[in-house]
């Protein structure tokens, strides 16, 4: 039985919420920031995980340019693709719970900052793009997360308005954008963030992986093989 401050509509983050690909991200980026001869270990950026790519390198690399700053963040997305990406799986219980929404008349949202088709080869397996309303992807604004664009303009196309409405995602740097736009927030453990870290980013509920966010509608807990 649904409660009565269950949310009215639900947007999702993708890489490391639906998907566990944040050890083979982070991975490509150790791979081509090394190739430049720029020396970081997993753990240096595990912290950047799920922020915009730009404002990241900003941050890791300030004494580069910002044309070999983009040079830096193309290569990484070539390598992701062409080495990574087919190897990710999505997590358990994904499509379960997007149907149970759908059949609840819940609003279902994407917000990612991956590209179209990065996105098309993750629902090979997710299998959940038949069942969502509606999908903003990073090429329509200017900025990833934190910025709050990719939520706003997936408000907008959901029609719904953000306060009643959760974003659920893995990081940070969710949470922050989210607010922004005065959603309510769900964090994930699954990017390798602590409980601790995303609940003082702005999370205001964390659970251990996307399976458990039914629980806000009172979907039983799902059971994963």
Known sequence: MRTPIAPRAAIFDVEGTLVDCVSATLESWRETLLEAKHAFTLQDLQPYSGMDGTWMLEKLLPQESDERRKALLQRQGERYREEFIHHTRPFG?????FRRLKESNVPIGLATTCKPDELAIYDQQLRILNLIDAAICGEAVKHGKPDPGLFRLCLAA?????EVTIAVGDTPFDAMAASRVGMRRVGLLTGGFSVVALQDAGHEQVFQEVSHVGQLWGFPVISLP
Do not use: D, S
């Open 93 to 97: 219980g994904v499509n379960e719970l």
């Open 158 to 162: 959901l029609e719904v308005p953000a």
